[in-house]
């Protein structure tokens, strides 16, 4: 395994990634992501942030998430446990579909996690689309703890839900 901190060089990789999952998300009813969200700018931004990270096996990248300090507005009305100060947010993390089903989901999430613990941040907060069966799965199996649901735009009938890993 190897996790990294992407590079200009990464983001064709990922911009292909996100475009194969993108039709299998909508398959299963998960609008969350569309072919303008995300886009290049936001990964551009991501980058220019040094948030976006890639995971590597054999130098083939097989999935990427970012992790900021961009808490959402809305995870203001959501009971952490954690102060912002005192967690990372995770977003926008996918794994390669013809790569699914190894593992490499729970490897990248322990990885940005051990980062996370060495730079003494003591924990994550997240959230996914309701419809978002398979994300919510892989929160719970790495012991992230459903936190509430909230709105994060406009649309009221369009959910979500909030998870937090507390590391000590």
Same mark, same amino acid.
């Given at each position: 395994?190897?996790?990294?901190? *992407?590079?200009?060089?990464?983001?064709?990789?990922?911009?292909?990634?996100?475009?194969?999952?993108?039709?299998?998300?909508?398959?299963?009813?998960?609008?969350?992501?569309?072919? @303008?969200?995300?886009?290049?700018?936001?990964?551009?931004? /991501?980058?220019?942030?040094?948030?976006?990270?890639?995971?590597?096996?054999?130098?083939?990248?097989?999935? =990427?998430?970012?992790? /900021?300090?961009?808490?959402?507005?809305?995870?203001?009305?959501?009971?952490? &446990?954690?102060?912002?100060?005192?967690?990372?947010?995770?977003?926008?993390? *996918?794994?390669?579909?013809? =790569?699914?089903?190894?593992?490499?989901?729970?490897?990248?999430?322990?990885?940005?996690?051990?980062?996370?613990? &060495? *730079?003494?941040?003591?924990?994550?907060?997240?959230?996914?689309?309701?419809?978002?069966?398979?994300?919510?799965?892989?929160? &719970?199996?790495?012991?992230? &703890?459903? @936190?509430?649901?909230?709105?994060?735009?406009?649309?009221? /009938?369009?959910?979500?839900?909030?998870?937090? @890993?507390?590391?000590?």
């Amino acid at each position: 395994m190897f996790l990294r901190v *992407a590079t200009a060089q990464d983001l064709a990789y990922i911009l292909k990634i996100k475009e194969k999952v993108v039709p299998i998300m909508q398959a299963s009813g998960n609008m969350q992501w569309s072919d @303008k969200y995300p886009d290049e700018e936001k990964f551009t931004e /991501d980058l220019k942030d040094a948030a976006l990270y890639v995971y590597e096996e054999d130098m083939i990248i097989k999935g =990427f998430a970012v992790v /900021d300090n961009k808490h959402p507005y809305p995870y203001d009305d959501i009971p952490w &446990e954690l102060t912002r100060a005192d967690s990372r947010a995770l977003h926008r993390m *996918a794994v390669d579909p013809d =790569f699914q089903g190894q593992g490499i989901a729970s490897r990248m999430m322990e990885g940005l996690e051990t980062r996370l613990i &060495e *730079a003494g941040i003591r924990g994550i907060h997240t959230d996914t689309s309701l419809e978002n069966k398979k994300m919510q799965y892989q929160f &719970e199996k790495n012991g992230y &703890e459903y @936190k509430g649901r909230l709105n994060l735009d406009e649309n009221l /009938d369009d959910w979500y839900v909030a998870y937090e @890993k507390v590391f000590i």
